[in-house]
């Protein structure tokens, strides 16, 4: 099966790795994988800061790199999907012709553990975790995959067939860890208070480590432990999902 | 003038009803729930029988409706009273409630001041659902009575550290006698 | 002055009230669970968001139907088109009659119009009969939560302040014992007060009757003993018929309690008629102030809010900075949305579209299916035309200019990868696998409290480039 590869403007700029595991994932997994070079970003941030004219215009960019081919786009987590298939509602609501491609594109723009599940069909695809065998650890529900896309099962699907490590439960796990893109930056002490929550809960629960596959989310809960001197790593579930041994 | 859109079909009952129980069981287990007390008698005469144990000497507030005569000892104006004695309307299985009209010989203090409250419901005014209970009820006449009133087990608060309490301002203690039969 | 807006949002955390809200957030969500064990969950939020988007399409005739049967029944119906008149005519009635002393069941709606300031000037004493509303006017302090307006305190500060009151000790931990004093005092209220002043959950058209829920009962005395009623409601509150009346009515208690029926449930009708020894006189006071102005918006649906208080247990900012933060009679979620909403965006509320993380709870957890979050979006839109951030709006236009083309994207990516490294690793103490603690603006917000990680020497893109040609 061939799929387009949306990288996101933030994995390839600051998490590119994330990039390269989910290119080795969907190959091992019997895809071909295209990346097309005319991608940028799917102009979230604009939209979520109150500047929907300079989001569609981006959103734009998006849709045209996208148009070109009928192919599967996916993309290694699910806010720039929620993006495409719930914000270009509003960016296009006023211009039928390019609404309609938007939708046609969100139709077939899943998130990785979306469509490794329920695409590909596959629950499970192995895996080990990347460190001390028997780690506990936490998962973090991205919130617009959870509640945007309705993606509860599939990442724990996939984290449930990976080796090395247990999952363990902990309170309200599908809680806003407090990334929320530019409120990060705005209201910086809330963020980091629900950065901590999140943290705390994980290691009260016996936790090691936390997984999750925003690399937004990641970026904040990696740097807040880092600062508290925390014994907690950060992790997208691709890293986990690599065949043993060679990662 | 716009027709409002057609209401969506609904299963109707705010719970799986449950097999082998009948409306009266089903209102019972709700309202139990709620920390509300429910008994069954038989007959009227029974259950007016059960009230007057329950009451003992204890002083009354009572409406005037039939059912209620020579039942208290002891009467005194609703806000000294230590019980009220009452008769409602319907009660709802789906939702646990219990239901009444105020009207002439209803007087609203003797429904809500005293702390305890005793109330006689005859097993006919059971309904299934809240639909049922508030067309029973008169909602939907032209007029509705002017004043009706559904409740659900004691009064209560969790305004504090949210540690529930009952009986704050309406009735901390509710019992409810269910009797069958048509007298 | 609008009373809905009381001081620009406070965006910070507040660790003291934290544990409260967190103890009412989590009874809150295992009620909700429950919730959805007892019906049909998905199916009666949409059969609700029908009803209450019924009301709010239909408004005008609704309202019109609504008045009609009130004045049919004996009552006797007022409209405020703004606050300041809501407020006047309610004093106007309490004075037209020697009022002296009112007893005041919970409203929203009346914290909105700043009743209880007006009448305090006018010389009458309004005071607060809900357990929780009470003791915050006794404190001076302000309600911070639809439902419990009390969850910012702790047992041991109505004690204290219960003690103040009567002069005797009370023990933080005797629960009934708080409860059982403000019963004392509250009942002396009831029981003489001439006029009951009550808000309203929702009014059915079709008969024209007020329905008031409550779980205390301090409702039903206020609406039953004095001998006038006067009720506030915003006008959509109004909804068609005894079906969709009796849908929410239900609905209602299942999303802020998880029951489907809340301890006292009154419904009203006009004043007391055959032999109903109420009150002689009912007087509703259907409030505007902005209402009409938001249909046909895209903040429309922000009216079919039923006030059940759910979206404040979900939001996990509400939880961080508690209701007062917000600065507005409306807090959580849909005080975020409505305030700047009805206020048309006005200086002072214009943050408050910001007091979220867009993470989306508040939308799921809602019982009439507003689009809470989408309308946050909305109005951060809204308050950047109006009152341009200049130096962000630059920003974001030559973001804008740069990502629309790839060759503009990638120079970006070649500046943060390249020259921009450089510059962060210079102002920055490196932690040597590409984690930094000190970045600079506008990223410096960021690394007050977080390491941030470097942008990539080489991004995904130029590395695909290098392997695959």
Known sequence: MRVQLFVTCLVDLVYPEVGERTVALLERLGCEVAFPAGQTCCGQPALNSGYPEQARRVADRFLDTFAASSDPVVAPFGSCVHMVRHGYERLYADDPGRLTIAREIGGRTHSLPGFVVEVLGREEVGGRYPGEAGTPVAYHHECHMLRGLGEAAPPLSLLGGVRGCTLVETERADQCCGFGGTFALKLAQVSTAMADEKLDRAIAAGARAIVSTDVGCLMHLDGRARRRGLDLKVHHLVDLLEPEGSL | MDEASPPVPLEGRAAQPRPGLDLVDEWRARWEELDGRAHRAESLEEARAMAREMIGAATVARWHDAPLEDIAQAQAPAPEAEVSLLVADVAVADTGQVGWAHGAGRPRGAGVLPSRQVILLCEDGVVASLADGLTRLGATAAPPPSSLVLIAGPSRTADIEQRVIRGVHAPREIDVIVYGGIE | ?469
């Open chain 3, 1 to 469: 002055m609008s009373h809905r807006v009381l001081h620009p949002p406070r965006a910070e955390p507040a660790p003291a009230i934290t544990v409260n809200l967190h103890r009412a957030a989590g009874n809150w969500a295992a009620k909700r669970a429950s919730a959805r064990q007892l019906v049909d969950w998905e199916a009666w939020r949409e059969e609700a968001r029908r009803v209450r988007a019924d009301a709010v399409a239909h408004l005008p005739e609704l309202i019109e139907r609504l008045e009609e049967r009130v004045r049919a029944a004996g009552g006797e119906v007022h409209h405020a088109a703004t606050a300041e008149e809501a407020a006047a005519i309610i004093v106007g009635l309490c004075r037209a009659r020697g009022t002296r002393s009112v007893a005041k069941a919970k409203s929203m709606t009346a914290e909105e119009i700043g009743l209880n300031e007006a009448l305090e000037l006018a010389g009458v004493e309004a005071v607060e009969t809900d357990l929780g509303e009470y003791i915050v006017q006794q404190l001076g302090d302000r309600p911070s939560h639809i439902l419990a307006p009390a969850v910012h305190l702790s047992a041991a500060q109505v004690a204290e302040l219960f003690g103040r009151l009567s002069g005797e000790a009370f023990d933080p931990e005797d629960t009934a014992a708080l409860v059982a004093y403000a019963r004392g005092v509250l009942r002396e209220r009831f029981l003489t007060a001439d006029v009951g002043i009550t808000g309203v959950n929702m009014a059915v058209a079709e008969t024209g009757s007020l329905v008031l829920i409550e779980s205390e009962g301090n409702i039903r005395l206020s609406a039953s003993l004095p001998r006038t009623h006067i009720a506030l409601m915003g006008i959509e509150k109004v909804v068609r018929d005894w079906t969709g009346a009796a849908h929410l009515m239900q609905m209602l208690p299942l999303a802020s309690h998880g029951r489907p029926a809340a301890a006292s449930t009154s419904i009203v009708t006009g004043p007391a008629r055959d032999g109903d020894d109420g009150p002689g006189e009912l007087h509703l006071v259907l409030l505007d102030a902005g209402r009409s102005a938001i249909r046909g918006t895209d903040l429309e649906e922000a009216l079919q809010c039923i006030r059940c208080g759910a979206c404040l247990y979900a939001c996990p900012v509400y939880r961080q900075v508690g209701g007062h933060a917000y600065g507005s009679s409306y807090s959580g979620p849909i005080g975020a949305v409505i305030t700047p909403a009805l206020e048309r965006s006005s200086p002072e509320t214009a943050q408050l579209p910001w007091m979220s993380s867009l993470c989306g709870a508040c939308a799921e957890a809602c019982p009439v299916k507003i689009p809470l979050d989408d309308q946050l979006v909305t109005l951060r839109a809204a308050a950047q035309a109006r009152d341009p951030h200049r130096g962000e709006a630059a920003l974001f236009e030559a973001w804008a200019r740069l990502w629309s083309r790839p060759a503009g994207y990638r120079a970006t990516a070649r500046t943060a990868g390249k020259a921009l490294g450089p510059l962060w690793r210079k102002a920055a103490r490196a932690s040597g696998d590409g984690w930094t603690a000190r970045a600079p603006f506008p990223f410096d917000g960021w690394t007050s409290t977080r390491d941030v990680r470097s942008p990539a020497g080489e991004p995904f893109h130029e590395r695909w480039s290098k392997r695959r040609g």
